[in-house]
């Protein structure tokens, strides 16, 4: 193993009916007025947020409530929910959904945390939070793995900017994890979530990664298990122990442990998320899309790490005489399995149409923050080659191989 640092500080706390507890949760991390934050209509129409109300009421933690959280979480809610908590002197935040929700969270408790900035500045690397509020999540989508990773995703509308901010003073302080809370979810939400939860761990397991054999051991578990349990889930939404191993897995995947020792790539993270701006797509559908043209795009520099990945991860047999054969197969199962899921496996299929060069070309500028960095570690990409990526995810290109 080489050097490295893991600070997972999250208290989970997972099982059913976990959520009755959130109020004295709260309470035990000194919280006395939260902001309830929640998405759309899925915590009400559930029942959930009336449950955590009670709970609240229960341990005698005040709230105030701001929903509307969208997928691709917006600036502008950020700032409502700072202003609202401002003036009514909130001193928790509680998120209630999944990584949109917690993310915005995120977003509201370093903007009160940090009075003199600008929210936008941290998200635009202009500046460091000193601090952050204390945050507790109560997740309902396995996915984002948010409720206990160090970063959190806004969207600007102005310029339709979607930027990442990592610091592990956004670690939340709890997370309540009831796998039943997923069973309502659409089955595109579902596979969406697998395909993420898979992605947090293909992204450092496809790294700058040499001699982590415990690492590389405990990811291709991670990996074996969120395939084999991701198909349950779809076919049967309401069985528990799929849901709680695909559960679990999202928080595994994304709070550092699938990585140690490692230097992370999180390039077609960094291309979805300038996809997710623009065209406002579903995160994981949007990584569905681009993973295998990135991963076809990169096989040539480390052949037999992809080998390692077809033969431990999807049981392929080595072909001795030509291993990058062996290599494209675990990248073409890995293809497979998404559309067995039912997602894209290319831009059209992600349902932004035939892109145009200029569009490319934005995309490109954009995802190198104008120029100013590269983005991958496995191998290190310009604009010119975000730009290859995502000629190869178009539909036709996508004979090539
Ligand atoms: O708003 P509601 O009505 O709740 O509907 C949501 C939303 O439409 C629905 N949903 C959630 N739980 C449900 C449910 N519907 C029925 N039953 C339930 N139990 O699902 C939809 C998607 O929710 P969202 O929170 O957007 O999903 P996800 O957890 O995939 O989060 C995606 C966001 O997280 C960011 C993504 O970029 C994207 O903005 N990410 C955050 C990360 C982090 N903070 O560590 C890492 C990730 O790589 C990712 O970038
Ligand atoms: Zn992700």
Known sequence: MNSFEFYAPTKVIFGKGVEENVGKEIKAWGGTKALLHYGGKSARESGLLGRIEQSLAAAGVG?????????????????????????????FILAVGGGSVIDSGKA????????????????????????????????TIAAAGSETSMSSVITNED??????????????KFACMNPELTYTLPPYQTASGVVDIMMHTLERYFGANKGNEMTDRIAEQVLRNTIRYGRVCLQDPANYKARSEIMWAGSLSHNALTGLGGKSDFASHQIEHELGGMFDVAHGAGLAAVWCWWARYVVREDVNRFVQYAINVWDCVLDPIDPLATAMEGIDKTEEYFVALGMPVNLAQLGVGQLAEAQIDELAVKCTFFGRRTIGAFKSLGAEDIKAILRLATPDASDWR
Do not use: H
Request: hydrophobic fraction near 45%; proline fraction near 7%; charged fraction near 20%.
């Open 63 to 91: 709230y105030v409530a701001l929903g509307g959280v969208v997928p691709n979480p917006r600036l502008s809610l950020v700032r409502e929910g700072i202003e609202l908590c401002r003036r009514e002197n909130v001193d």
């Open 108 to 139: 509201i408790a370093m903007g009160l945390a940090n009075p003199g900035t600008d929210i936008w500045d941290i998200y635009d690397g202009k500046c460091l939070p000193a601090a952050c509020l204390s945050i507790g999540a109560v997740v």
């Open 159 to 172: 310029g339709w900017l979607k930027r990442a901010f990592n610091n592990d003073i956004t670690r939340p």
